[in-house]
């Protein structure tokens, strides 16, 4: 008699407003079965999307096609949102959600925005510098500083523009799924109170709040968050999805 293996939901990481895949190496070595995709625009020349329903668009299509159901949708900053959006827009084909550094609504500062349109060199070194906790080595202040300056600026433009646009704060109550949601103590992007927001609106969330570490806390920490993803995902076989919320 054959013995069915239940294998764990595949994790699909998505990485952030003017990010790369190789943002998640370090989760990828944590997860051998985990895929990172690069969103269209940024690691091959060609546009990006202005909006996140749009990058939430073209994730499905790619989950679908390569038949990555169900799936795990861990997203930080950006990506988050589009975990988010495909959370309440294809609940079905996810067995949870992993939000790292993200919030129901991303306004971003005015004076972001305007730097990007205006000057991009300077408005990446302004990224770099409040997307890193204080202890973060100058070697990762390079990296993500290299990363931004190599992408296209209209593509980091309209990832920060689709940000802005992006507000789920009165749909969250849909979400059904089980939520992982991770920040960092010193996150001046997406602050604490962003991942408090979530967790007190969606049924059943856990919180794991990284001590010392800024926005990019995959990399900064990134065995804290590889351990927490580790245990949300074995607690997925048990109960994928959560009961329909009660009607008054």
Known sequence: ??????????????????????????QRLAFPDAVALDLPGHAEPGPGCRRVEDYGAWLHTTVQARGWVPAVIAGHSMGGAIALWYALTHPDDLAGIVLIATGARLRVHPEILAALRRDYPAAV????????????????????????????????????????????????????????????????????????YLCDHLAGARLVVVAGAGHSVPLERPREVNQAIREFRETLGAAPHLPPPSTP
């Not at 069915?4 to 952030?16: C, E, I, K, L």
């Not at 290299?146 to 689709?162: C, K, N, Q, R, Y």
């Open 1 to 26: 008699m054959t013995q069915t293996v239940n294998r764990p939901a595949r994790v699909v990481f998505v990485h952030g407003a003017g990010g790369m895949a190789r943002a998640w190496d370090l």
């Open 125 to 196: 070194d302004r990224i770099v510098q409040l997307s890193l906790g204080e202890g973060a080595s100058p070697r990762l202040r390079t990296r993500l500083r290299e990363t931004m300056l190599g992408m296209s600026p209209d593509v980091t433009l309209g990832d920060f523009e689709a940000c802005d646009a992006f507000d789920v704060r009165d749909r969250l109550g849909a979400i059904r799924l089980p939520a992982l949601v991770v920040v960092g103590s010193e996150d001046r992007m997406t602050p604490p109170r962003f991942a408090e």
